[in-house]
């Protein structure tokens, strides 16, 4: 095994990019930084000042969120910041940089994360131990658990387990598993023997990990490690020969050495020595061997003296250690006067061999080698790693060449060595050492051999010290930080660094996410060198069958709690190497960890980091629910800290609006010195909006107070309902208020002068739906681009939406770039197979937006353009839409699409052949886009004045997996009418049948559907060129006026909210009336929060959710605080279905489990949640929020399926679980949700 081969290559870009903390919320701010410098083999340079950088920053789908160029400063870094936006998708994140068309990349976490409050700090209470153990020796550790602002956690409960690897192991534990009033306790395990299982050649000293999980009271777990070494014996034997090389007749000292774990010598070992010499006959070792006993003396020691013979020994030292383990150690020796003594040991020759005396080296030491060769002559020994860095010849003398050479600076921190010769060839030497007629000969050989070495490269490290006025703080306080950055020899230097001012707790959920700098600039690398024999080139001959092929009245409120206090991005220091900085930390109590990383124009670098703390005399820390619900019962807590010397009796009161308190709001508690105590409130929530929860805590002239938002919602089934419909002069529309919650309710009437401005409905919709795969990313951007293309044409005057739709259309575009895959197709997400379809979706969107004026990167649609043209499939009415989808994007295959047309036209769907009449057309073909069209009239069906086309739902995986419906087939034909036959008189039908099925504020069902209706009406409408006169319009409530006013070119469209307070309970009649005889398009929504004391289970999919103990696997709704459960949500769905989403909201009491984040990792819980495809988990994504766990899944077959999560009990109360829902994203009729679930929490 050679452990060079795993080493990094260099690239000709060092970017070494890293953000400020490695773990952000949606809604915060990332801040980064990135280093950049040209990498020639570590022979680094500074990239010209002003050089332009590309930063792009990618979700965990690789979908791009946001591209932006910052300029390189004299010190060749750059810095900004962006803005996670809320409802951000979770996960690992990346960000990269690209200068001068080279890329770097670094990754950090957004996750709905809480931070924890205390830290688990885990040390052995037997120092003397260095953390090495013998199996089965007793471990005793020291389990210390303090709150982040200094003071100890007392009375916590311990979990524990051991590890090696992610494997749990059986182990005695023993001693108190609750902490004592310094929030320590003391435990005892044994430390636990390896079984490797499989891993067979694991037989030496292994890593174990004892894991404690703590709770303080709050039910906000925090884990906690310490790591030690478990030998298997107890000796740790050693054998020196003074090199590997000796002379015969010569004696050779042997110098052997027998110690415990510990490195303490152990006195009288008897162990025995086996000098073995080489078989040249066989190739292996002598098993007749001499044998010399050894004792080692009081030092551990024993030597002695060997005269060997020419040959090639192995000297095995054996014994048993004091628990009788056997022990071994091997050396090998070559002894040998001159190189005709040498000899190859290998039974296959190896024509060249080189090996160094050392395997390291500080710069300007002589490094000896010894250069084993079946031949003699020149040869070249160059010095490599990623480019020759230097050379020069040598003489060759078989079998074995000696040699010095100088190690200089410029081979740190490593640097192969290899040596290069030819071989004159003959009968015996052949390129590979064996005959084989299938290559060429030549007249001699190329052999290499290569050495790694590595070289000391210290000399590049910067000192930098960094020191706080105090180490102490108030929040809010002023602190003035000291850097001194010093070089490797202690003279100052001028130097650029970044101060990160990140509350410590942060990096209890996530690890640091970049390198230490001087590893990322300094650490050995890979070779990237490759050697070929240029000079003879050769040939294959062929023979038959070869082939190949990431104040006391009121004490003045803290509210101000960030995760970053202060982030300086590229401060200087002084020609002293000094810089002085001075920030204000915010209200948090915790400890602050303050980072500095630094480099020079001259590419040292180092960095540094030291801690504060801030915390008051008393003050007051709340633990308040994620989220409640309305009609909640729970009990609020907060912990009163006493940090003076002193017993105080405090003043704790919480205040709420919308919370009812049963206890008092004022409590008096009494607080020893150094201690804290907690207080609870019981409450009752009447309110289904948001609040701000306010404790305040007073003891004589101590005081504190904190305000926190508290997450509420409304105990409410949500229904929307909306009336589209269209009138001329007057009309009445019944309105029902049902018993609704009007806090979190409302009604919204829309009026349009003409059909196009319920366009901007449609296209609001799309623009705020929540979720984001490839479908609903398109049907986002397209409508997007054709709207705001013809908007003038259209009339349309929504300035606020117009004005933010370039850049919605760009953010859309550069998230396809990203969800694109390989192949240059697209699936469902950015990890599921490419689909046809999608794939054609896709590209068509994309040809239409670079037709509206929007620029779109060309070799995205080559590459869409060149999967489909091969693997269109066999289906014919997939064939149609991407022969449809290639001809629009300028990439249409005439012959094929013909063909396709004469052989399946009068097969296809409508959807179909409205698709192949519109890529005929594309292609020239007018005479047979027409004939498509007779084709396509067939399906029509004519109501009234409405014209539609059905789509057929027989064939239920197409019907599904396309996202088909008649409503997106009539948008479709009515496209190919409006193009290829614009005077048909089935058009106003059809515009009429659209119009009919809008749905208001939800545009027109499904994100599909909405946007395939938006694209054919606006090609209608733009070709409409009717002048319209003002329309005067008023709006009345059972009879009293609610609004007037007049519709025109300045304000065609007008959105008023009927107000719930003015409206009667039951039944209510709203009156529109128009002037003139003009058309007024209205929209009537209403969102109603219906109030239930139960909802029951409905919908064609049915849901049932269980909440179940992981022990002993029964369904409970009563839980102890603190217990683990795992919610189980079945479903059974009636049919196969594409695009499915599941939503489980959780109760206010429940904290679902992440189980990417450290703090909270769990037994039994998987450690990396990051992979979670079909295969393993039976969906594609999911979502871990703090009010709910949504899971996708691409296809799901019909029948029963159940999904689980892991959720802890954290608040105690009487909690109410909404309904779980499931839909199918694509066909709103196929939907359901579960019954509504009260659950206990007790404490």
Known sequence: DDPAADLPEGQPLLAYIYTERPIYKP???????????????????????????????????????????LATNDFGSINGDFVIPEGAMLGKYTLEVEINGMTGSTLFRVE???????????????????????????????????????????????????????SSVSTDVSGELITDEQGNATLTIKAPAYDGGYDWWRTGMERARLQITV?????????????????????QISLDTGGRYAQPGKPITVNIRDADIFDRPLAGRELTLLIQTWDRTKFDFDTSSQTLPIQTDTNGKASLQLTLKTGYYRLRLTGRDILGNTIEKDRWIYVFKDRHDWFVRQQEQSQLAISAEKERYKPYEKARLAIE????????????????????????????????????????PNVFITVNAWQTASERVSRYGYPDSSISSADSYLRMARVHVEVDASTKALDIRVTTDKQTYLPGETVEAKIQVNDAAGRPELAEFSLAVVDESIFALARDNALPIFEAFYNPRGLALDTYDTMKPWRFIRQPDFGGGGDEGSPELRVDFLDTSTWLPDVETDEQGQATVQFTLPDNTTRWRLSVKAITRQHQVGQSQTYIETKKELFVRASLPRILTEGDVATLTAFVHNDSDRTLVARVSLTAPGLELDDPAEQRVSLPPGEARVVGWRVKVFTGKPTQVTIRVRAGQMQDGVQLPLSIRPAVVREVQTQSGQFSDATTLGLNLPQVDKENSQ????????????????????TGY?????????????????????????GLSNAGLQAELPSLIQASLVKLYGQQHDDGGWGWWYDDYTDAYQTAWVLFGLSVIRDSGYAVEPRVIEDAAHWLKNNGGAEPRIQAYVFYSLARAGQGDRERTLNLARQSGQELDPFSQAALALALHYAGEEKEARAMLRLLEKGV???????????????????????????????????AYVEIDPQNPLIPGMVQYLASKRKGMEGWGTTNETSYTILALTEYLAIQNKAQSATPYRVSLNGISLAEGILDSGQSNVSLEIPLAEMSAGANSLQLQAEGNSQVYFDLTTQYSRLQDASEAIGKIKISRRYVDPNDKTATHNLESNQLVQVELTIDVPEDISYFALEDYLPGGLEALNEGLNASQEPGVSWNYEVLFWDDRGYNYKEIRGDRVVFFITSLSRGKHTFRYMARATTAGQFVALPAQAYAMYDLSLWGRSDRADLQINE
């Open 373 to 412: 060769s079946t031949f003699s002559g020149p040869a070249w020994l160059t010095f490599e790693r990623g480019s020759v860095i230097s050379s020069k010849q040598i003489e060759l003398t078989a079998p074995l060449t000696i040699l010095e050479t100088d190690i200089i600076p410029e081979h740190a």
């Open 112 to 166: 709905d994360y809480r931070k924890p409050d205390y830290q688990v700090s885990i040390t052995s209470l037997q120092p003397e131990q260095l953390g090495r153990y013998i199996k089965g020796e007793t471990v005793k550790v020291q389990v210390q658990v303090a709150y982040y602002f200094g003071e100890p956690v007392v009375g916590a409960r311990l979990n524990v387990e051991t590890f090696y690897d992610y």
């Open 27 to 69: 809604g915060q701010t990332v801040n980064f930084k990135a280093i950049l410098r040209q990498d020639d083999d570590m022979r680094y340079s500074l990239p010209q000042t002003g050089t332009p950088v590309l930063v792009r920053v990618r979700d965990t789908r690789k979908n791009n969120l946001r591209t932006f160029t």
């Open 747 to 766: 009604v919204t009437l829309t009026l349009n002068r003409s059909l196009s401005g319920t366009l901007l409905n449609g296209l609001e919709f799309l």
């Open 215 to 235: 709770d303080d009271g709050s039910h906000q777990n925090v884990t906690g490690h310490y790591y030690f070494d478990v030998y298997p014996t107890a000796d």
């Open 770 to 794: 929540p979720y984001g795969c490839v479908e609903q990313t398109m049907s986002r951007a397209l409508p997007n681009a054709v709207v705001a293309h013809a908007a003038s044409e259209l």
């Open 941 to 975: 069906v004519q109501e009234g004045e409405y014209v539609s086309l059905p789509q057929s739902d027989e064939d239920g995986q197409y019907y599904s997996k396309t996202m088909s419906s008649s409503l997106r087939t009539t948008a479709l034909a009515l496209q």
